[in-house]
């Protein structure tokens, strides 16, 4: 079978770089194209002397409609309001993306989902296959207690993480939410100070913790009377979110339209 031509946008950025040293190093796989935000000093290097890697003959350019035209699947680490620009340009040319950005909601979101109907996209807050399984876990377990045991969701992530609480957070409050059969917008509580009452029933609520270079920690607390039960899961290393996303890349290219997500790919949707 032919390589798959892979694209990466943001690709000065700290998983641009890994993207380009997986895409690399992936067999079925070959970078064809990478992109940066125009005036960045990246521009017109070679994507691989600029990873570290040798040279692979790929420029890193500033237009990302040039990457989406040279690819087969476009990987996008970017921010919300570029991701949503890039959804559109995967739409408009019907080429497959994988987002892997966080903090996206609202508008952005929106305009994912509306791309989705053109273009096949696997938009997930985390890339982990051991993330993936944890939401199922979530929402299982979620579904089995019920609400006589609260859950609180606990991260902690690197000084440098703008958003807050992380997309793998959200998802994992999500699929609590959807165990419990409730909109996570009607139950969450993102964040406690002073005189607060006593604890709603049915509240999932979110702690977010920033410092060092920790990659990305979760738990979620299912505490009750008694007893406690937790989920756990610590990330040592950012590469499994750069294996998850080249995974995500070979899987959708050449997939129907639509919005799809890790759990598609490892075949755990419920």
């Known amino acids: 079978m032919a390589e798959i031509r892979i694209g990466i946008v943001g690709a000065a950025g700290r998983m641009g770089k890994m993207l380009i040293e ?14 940066e935000r125009a005036g960045h000093d990246s521009v017109g290097q070679d994507a ?14 500033a237009s990302a409609e040039d990457v989406f035209a040279a ?5 996008d680490f970017t921010a919300p309001k570029a991701t949503a620009a890039h959804a559109a340009l995967a739409a408009a040319r019907g080429k497959a993306l994988v987002i892997g950005t966080t903090g996206i909601d609202g508008a ?43 859950i609180e969701i606990l991260e902690m992530h690197h000084r440098h993480k703008v958003d807050a609480p992380s997309g793998t957070a959200l998802g994992l409050g999500e699929a609590a939410a959807k165990g419990r059969g409730v909109a996570l917008a009607d139950v969450a509580v993102r964040g406690r100070d002073g005189i607060t009452g006593a604890r709603k029933r049915g509240a999932i609520g979110f702690a977010a913790l920033r410092g060092g270079d920790i990659v990305g920690d979760h738990t ?38 639509g919005v799809y997500d890790m759990a598609d790919i490892l075949g755990i949707k419920g």
């Open 22 to 35: 997986e895409a690399a190093g992936t067999a079925g796989a070959v970078l064809a194209a990478a992109s």
């Open 108 to 150: 952005e979101a929106a305009a994912i989902r509306e791309a989705g109907r053109k273009a096949p996209i696997v938009w997930a807050p985390n890339m982990s296959a051991g993330v993936v399984l944890m939401f199922a876990l979530a929402e299982r377990v979620a579904k089995a207690l019920g609400p006589d045991y609260d």
């Open 71 to 75: 690819s087969d699947a476009v990987i």
């Open 220 to 257: 979620v607390i299912f505490a009750g009377e008694g007893e406690r039960i937790e989920l756990v899961h610590k990330a040592s290393n950012r590469r499994i979110y750069s294996r998850g996303a080249l995974r995500a890349a070979l899987w959708v290219k050449g997939r129907a339209p």
């Open 48 to 61: 691989g002397s600029f990873a570290g890697l040798k040279p692979l003959g790929v420029k890193i350019g």
